[in-house]
């Protein structure tokens, strides 16, 4: 993804197995939104292919054979193809089943949480209107739709623990409800892949951990999750798969115990000025370690000095 003449992604190629939460992490700058915003259609790549499978039947030759023709996507009894970087993100989340969330919470703060919930149904609700105010009025199916848009909304509002609070405004609810809210949100139109953009930003040491409980749970349901996330503590807790960019380019991949002792890793936060910003406690230790050892070699005299 170029911007003018800044290349924000360049090498990166990855994947995302089915029901794993993957972690992409990176310095400040490294391009992990940008990754996001192409992969859910706010940006369309510069270069390079984005793919989306569903169902077991979805084979790689499918994959191949999508690209070489001028399709967007093509399904077939429940499984398909889609390439991203050619659809609209109304079709990304709407027929590849791609949600996600934001780095700034973007609820309706004025709408109940009700409301929020099924806002983000309203894909569903409107088909089976027939589009017209009449079917809204007199359709049973439009009365169905409804009815199980509802029935969903306080399926998830359960989950996160905020059905008591259902007809309050999403704006009155605290910061770390607000985040688990919107994942709710993200999860009540049926995703198969759910992005999330730093949920854990801003989180007290409980919320995080309810968040991750919550993360896990969204797993076993068959959601596959790809996480941009800073607090380390969450990544290697939950993640199954770990990417690390830096300046756009894909340096490391693995497991989290892989990613955190990988030196390529180390050297990439060895740009970091300030120590206090590394969050990964191991990736800490070995750049006080490694700084130490580099300014003993240049002048002995000032590093005894600085300790
Ligand atoms: N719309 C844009 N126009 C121009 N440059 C952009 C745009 N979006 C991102 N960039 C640049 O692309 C690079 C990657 O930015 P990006 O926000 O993706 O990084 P990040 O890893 O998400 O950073 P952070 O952890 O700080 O959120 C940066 O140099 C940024 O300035």
Request: hydrophobic fraction near 40%; glycine fraction near 10%.
């Amino acid at each position: 993804m170029r911007f003018g003449g800044l290349v924000a992604v360049g090498d990166l190629s990855f994947s995302v197995g089915r029901g794993d939460i993957t972690a992409l992490i990176g310095p400040n700058g490294a391009g992990k939104t940008t990754v996001f915003n192409c992969v859910t259609g706010f940006y369309k790549p510069t270069e390079g292919r984005i793919v989306m499978r569903h169902g077991a039947g979805a084979k790689a030759n499918l994959v191949e054979k999508v690209t070489g023709s001028s399709a967007r996507y093509e399904t077939d009894k429940g499984s398909g193809v889609f390439l991203l970087e050619r659809m609209p993100d109304f079709e990304i989340s709407k027929k590849a089943k791609v949600a996600r969330t934001f780095q700034n919470i973007r609820l309706f703060g004025g709408m109940t949480l009700l409301e929020n919930l099924l806002v983000a149904q309203h894909n569903p609700l409107t088909v089976a209107s027939g589009f017209t105010f009449a079917g809204i009025l007199g359709l049973s199916s439009y009365r169905k739709a409804h009815r199980e848009a509802v029935e969903k909304a306080v399926y998830w509002l359960e989950r996160v623990g905020l059905v008591d609070r259902a007809d309050d405004p999403a704006g009155d609810l605290p910061y770390g409800d607000q985040r688990r809210l919107e994942i709710a949100r993200a999860m009540c139109t049926d995703p198969q892949l759910l992005c999330l953009d730093e949920p854990a930003a801003g989180l007290n040491p409980r919320e995080s951990t309810e968040l991750n409980q919550f993360l896990q749970f969204i797993r076993e349901q068959g959601t596959s999750v790809l996480l941009i996330e800073h607090d380390m503590g969450v990544v290697m807790e939950i993640s199954d798969h770990v990417v690390v960019l830096d300046y756009g380019v894909k340096i490391s991949d693995g497991d989290s115990g892989f990613v955190k002792n990988d030196p390529k890793v180390i050297a990439a936060y060895l740009g970091v000025d300030d120590e206090a910003e590394i969050d990964v406690p191991e990736v800490r230790a070995e750049v006080t370690a490694a700084r130490h050892e580099h300014e003993h070699q240049a002048d002995p005299q000032a590093a005894r000095d600085s300790n």
